[in-house]
Each structure stands twice: as C-alpha cells, then as structure tokens.
C-alpha cells in the first residue's frame, strides 16, 4: 500500500521550453501533496505545498509564477517548470499523505531533469 | 538553529553490527517523528515512524523517542551492506500545514 507514482522518471528539454511533471497517489487518497528539489549531495528542499482543489503554498524563495502546481483531484498533482533554464536542471521529487493520522508522507520515486 | 539535526556522518560500521543513528529537533509541539532511507539516485522511502515516548521494533529496525530530551533515534541490528544509505530523520511539528520538516541526513556505510 502507500504507492506514489511520477511522471516521467526523466526529462531533457531545451532551455525556455516548459516540462510537466505528473504525481498520482495509486491506492489512496492525498489530501495535501507536496513538491521537493534535491541537488546532488544535497538536501531535500520541499519547494511547495498543495492542497487538492485549492492554490499551492510556495516555500520562500521560490518563484510560484516559474513552478506551477496544480492538484486537481485526491491522486493527482502537477508540476509544470515554465520557460526552463539549466540551473532548473535537479531531481523533482513528489510527496503524497493521506492527511490524517501522523501525517506520515509517501514519496514518488523522482523525476530528473536536465535543461540544456 | 536548524529545527531537525543529524550528524551527516558518513557512520562506518561493519557487517553484523548495530548502527545508531540520532536526531534532535527543536520544536517541543512536535507530535510524530519518521525516519526515511535514501538510496543514492533514489528517493526517500519510509522506514519507520514513532510518536510516543519508548522504543518501537520493526524487524531489524528500533525507532526510540524521548520527547523531553527531544530526540529520536534509529537501531539497525545485524548490519547489512544493502543498508548503506542516508538516512533521514523527518519531524512533524506544524500540523495545519502538514509538512515535515527534515533533517539533512546521516549517511551510513556498511562495510563487508
């Protein structure tokens, strides 16, 4: 139980070009998803916080017009990196929770990108 | 004041052995406390959560927790080289907004 899937595992795009990134919740449902960054040898930055049907909480620092989320239902959010540049270039990591309980967080098993 | 503290290691230990793995956190609210285990390349995968006080075993796993000393620790027993890994110590604190917060991660070597 508690499968988070993403989509795509990994991405090359052109710089200025826009990527989307799915997360969906497989056998349960989120009531909050969460988007985080990692660059190599690094933390785990959280970038955003989502709530299905209502807008996104962006953590300080990131620009909320340049990563759009969007969590349309229980098991799905998006991701979309606008006019991507090579410093966009990470690995995207989704998290799911079902919202009750501890809180307890799923994570998908990432998306890396590279922007060239 | 970092809210979530691990020692980022690299803890060797060898093959057979016990890894203890701490954390510390700042936040006296907190509620309930998660360890994950990152794969190089990989992301976080849940190992083991625990919110009261004590020790909870899961197989080779213990999770300790001591509020009052506000810190949680992780017991891998009979060490294997395919739990070489970060290990990352995650606090749920705020609990309106649901988010954890993380520790930077203790990375283990288990050494053959």
């Known amino acids: 139980g508690a499968v988070v899937s993403q989509h795509p595992s990994w991405v090359i795009c052109k710089s200025g070009t826009s990527v989307k990134i799915e997360c969906r919740s497989l056998?349960?449902?989120?009531?909050?998803m969460f988007w985080y960054r990692q660059f190599p040898k690094q933390s785990l930055m959280l970038m955003a916080t989502s709530n299905e049907g209502s807008k996104a909480t962006y953590e300080q620092g990131v620009e909320k017009d340049k990563f759009l989320i969007n969590h349309a239902s229980l098991t799905l959010s998006t991701l979309t990196v606008t006019s991507a540049h090579p410093e966009d270039s990470s690995f995207y990591i989704c998290s799911a929770s079902p919202g009750r309980g501890l809180y307890e967080q799923y994570f998908g098993p990432g998306t890396r990108l590279t922007v060239t | 004041q970092k809210e979530v503290e691990q020692n980022s290691g690299p803890l060797s230990v060898p093959e057979g052995a016990i890894a203890s793995l701490n954390c510390t956190y700042s936040d006296r609210g907190s509620q309930s406390f998660f360890w994950y285990r990152q794969y190089s390349g990989k992301s976080p995968e849940l190992i083991m959560f625990i919110y009261s006080n004590g020790d909870k075993e899961d197989g080779r796993f213990t999770a300790q927790l001591n509020k009052a000393s506000q810190y949680v620790s992780l017991l891998i027993r009979d060490s294997q080289p395919s739990d070489s890994a970060t290990y990352l110590c995650?606090?749920?604190?705020?609990?309106?907004?649901?988010?954890?917060?993380f520790g930077s991660g203790t990375r283990l070597q288990v050494q053959p």
């Open positions: 056998d349960f449902q989120a009531t909050t």
């Open positions: 995650a606090v749920n604190g705020d609990t309106g907004r649901r988010a954890l917060t």
